[in-house]
């Protein structure tokens, strides 16, 4: 699987004339702030975005990197919503060299938020995610998905949000579908973003404002150039303005109207590029492998894994198996997203950088380490365990997660009976894993949720009035006598590479004395068969009823499937 990553345009002689966009390279949004760094704060959504943001631009300029609490007083928000603010910021970054990026949890509000790029993500608030598709042959999923939930009939009578979730099942947009939604959106908006980043001069009108290289790689948050193949370069080296601009001297600063004309039509191509390529794609024959295939129209009866452009790998359609993803497998992607799979077990066994698990029911899923963040959206009756920075879970019913997570799990949206407990696996390369990606096994807030508005402003559907104030449903911890370790086989035998032997993560004093108790009681259970006085043919007799209860329990429970796995390996 390649990643893909940036290559150079050809720099123009004259930096005065507007380039023509490159055909060697294309703009791509940058997803991870629009798939993990929008925030359902009532609060961030501003009236009039680039007024306000302007003002606080100039209220903030004397500082340079914004702490929490000057965010707070800023804003007039709580405390703990200007942390989230800066925790998400940071998950999002281009930048892994940025302070606030390399920043340990104690030191995150000394490093701060760089202004500029703080503006950037407060900005990309106002966006609106594309609406989730049903599926196009309904009949396809029927065998897959379970019965409808007890709940529905209760949610179709409350917000339209709520009726949408419980009449259909939702499946991701496509790939292509929503990186035009989000080039449509910077096309729309760039001048207020560049608007933002500039500086004022001498001069009248929108000629006074001039984008330093400083303040153009920022727009990096947003935007990136690249194919598959080509290396990696800096925003200022893609730009025909900045790319020949000597090392040793500070490059001249660039008229705004300039940078908006050259970045709007290369948006203008790559929208034309996109365009193409899903009319190609809808006249021709299906390529099952092909990650901007619309995900609702993806066959539910297979299992489909597929590299995507720009690091991501899908695990899609799984239904009724078991199923093992480990480093190797998943060399040069960054990013994983797991989507309608369902009645089965997941093991994705690997340092990543970001996970989405979405529309899954009555599964298992073990995600290895992910150092950035990880969203778990529209599943019900599914059981996560993963080690990880930050978890956002989002409209989720009758589910349970097994968290090592380093800051405060975010709940949001309509969720119904969720449960959390601490991390309760490993296998023999997780610390390994965790060291490569950043998580600190010192820190775990599993169970230290923040509940956000169960109204997302993000989304593009209209509210009942009122119900953007209603507050998401938190989660229970999971009663201490129902934690139990999961065991992740050893599917190749022998010596692990890895060093863990245990679970890196410290167990809460009542999950570990609940664990000790069934350790003694199976102990106990063990030694009073061994002492019972048995002959040796009811000996037998006894092993043999206790062999074909367990076998009923594996048939039973679905687990016989992950028996069948590891003898097909």
Known sequence: MTAETTSTTDPSPDPAPTPSPNSSSVIHPRREPFEHGLL?????????????????????????????????????????????????????????????????????????????????FLYIQSYKKLLPRTHKDAAAVADVWPSTSAFDGYLSALSPLQLVRSNSRRFMPSQADEEAHQLSYLQKHMANILSLLAESVEGEGEESLVLSMEGFEHLGFLIQFGDKGSEVVTLSQAAPFFANSDPDMPAVPVPATQVLDWISQNIASALEHITERISAKENGPANSSDPDVA??????????????????????????????????????????????????????LAPLRYATIYGCSDSTIVLGAVGKAVRIEHCERVH????????????????????????????????????????????????????????????????????????????????????????????????????????????????????????????????????????KNLGEIKQLLREVPLEENQKRELSSALHLLFKDWLYASGNIRQLYCLQGD
């Open 40 to 120: 359902p704060i009532p609060k961030l959504i501003f009236p009039d975005t680039t007024q306000i943001l302007t003002q606080l631009k100039q209220k903030l300029a004397p500082h340079n990197r914004v702490n929490s609490s000057l965010l707070a007083d800023s804003l007039q928000i709580p405390s703990d919503h200007a942390r989230l603010i800066l925790d998400t910021l940071a998950s999002v970054l281009n930048s892994e060299s940025d302070p606030l990026v390399k920043a340990p949890p104690d030191e995150v509000d000394s490093a701060g938020a760089d202004l500029r790029d703080l503006i950037l």
């Open 295 to 348: 995900m609702a129209d993806a066959c539910t009866s297979s299992i489909k894994t597929s590299p995507s452009a720009r690091g991501s790998c899908f695990i899609e359609g799984i239904s009724r198996s078991s199923f093992v993803k480990q480093a190797l497998d998943l060399k040069g992607s960054s990013s994983v997203k797991v989507l309608n799979c369902h009645d089965s077990i997941l093991y994705i």
């Open 384 to 519: 996560v365990i993963t080690a990880a920075k930050r978890v956002c879970i989002a409209n989720c019913r009758e589910c349970v997660f097994f968290l090592g997570v380093n800051q405060r799990p975010l709940m949001v949206g309509d969720n119904h009976k969720l449960q959390v407990a601490p991390y309760n696996t490993f296998y023999s390369e997780l610390e390994e894993h965790m060291a490569d990606v950043g998580i600190d096994a010192n820190i775990n807030r599993w169970d230290e949720t923040l509940a956000l508005g169960v109204v997302d402003p993000h989304d593009s559907l209209s509210h009942s009035a009122g119900v953007s104030d209603v507050q998401a449903e938190s989660a229970a911890r999971l009663d201490p006598d129902q934690f139990t370790n999961f065991l992740i086989p050893n599917w190749f035998g022998g010596e692990s590479p890895g060093s863990t032997k245990d679970n890196p993560f410290q167990l809460p004093e009542a999950y570990m004395a609940s664990q000790q108790r069934n350790q």
